[in-house]
């Protein structure tokens, strides 16, 4: 059966879903598959009539739609055809074991997206949002590109973090700190990156060090998203680095 109108019941119920921040919506058949195979339970998949010799391995929860009432449920201009309702995986606060990424109050979902993605790239597997634009924004689960179901994320206020966090290796993003160079850096770390306009919060700061990447050409700031990427590989650079030499 193909559901042909957006006042359907059916359709109505996961348009709810969408603003509901328990659940996830997923307009790419990549992240589909990732939290398909991350055991993440599935609400709904939507696929587009016509699409459905292409989706055919997504034979649970299905629900077949005109492309009409598909336009009205996916925000994507392109759109490959499926999107899924997802619901959250809710962790509790659990102290990191590895490297681990610290996001203070991180409000673009583009960054959030992106330092996911990055974190995993790097080997910070736990990553703890305090108060950042949710990981039920639409933008911030498509800037992932699926690795959020590959890592551990941990989403909370900075009063509860400051709460329940020990003391571990960190280092803070600061246009004012010590040249990251000349950082000595002992591992397993975390890193920390801040709120787009006002950096890291005075609470936070003060559980780490100060480091700065040095920069050319006048250059002062990087987006919030590309300096905590270059933090990252910076650590992950020396890790390996190290492996080599022993």
């Not at 709810?16 to 998949?45: C, Q, V, W």
């Not at 480091?211 to 002062?220: C, Q, S, T």
Request: with cysteine; aromatic share 8%; net charge neutral.
């Amino acid at each position: 059966m193909v559901i042909t109108s957006s006042q359907n019941s059916l359709i109505k119920e996961i348009k709810k879903l969408k603003s509901n921040r328990d659940f996830l919506f997923l307009d790419s058949p990549k992240a589909i598959n990732e939290a398909i195979n991350s055991n993440f339970e599935i609400k709904h998949i939507i696929i587009e009539d016509g699409k459905q010799e292409k989706f055919k391995n997504y034979n649970f929860n299905t629900v077949i739609v005109s492309s009409e009432v598909f336009k009205g449920l996916c925000s994507t201009v392109t759109s490959q055809g499926a999107c899924a309702i997802v619901k959250v995986n809710k962790r509790q606060f659990k102290p990191p074991s590895s490297n681990y990424l610290v996001l203070d109050n991180v409000q673009d979902p583009g960054n959030v997206g992106t330092l996911i993605r990055s974190a995993l790239a790097f080997g910070f597997n736990e990553i703890y949002l305090l108060d950042c634009a949710s990981i039920t924004n639409e933008k911030v689960a498509r800037s992932t590109m699926g690795a959020m179901f590959k890592v551990k994320l941990y989403e909370m206020s900075k009063i509860e973090f400051l709460n329940v966090f020990k003391n571990k290796n960190l280092i803070c993003g600061d246009m004012n700190g010590k040249k990251l160079s000349q950082t000595k850096l002992d591992f397993p770390i975390g890193v920390v990156v801040g709120n787009e306009g006002n950096g890291i919060s005075n609470e936070i700061m003060a559980l780490g060090e100060s480091v700065a990447i040095e920069m050319e050409n006048g250059v002062e700031s990087l987006n919030a998203g590309v300096a905590g990427s270059v933090l990252m590989f910076e650590c992950y650079r020396r890790i390996n680095e190290n492996l080599k030499g022993d």
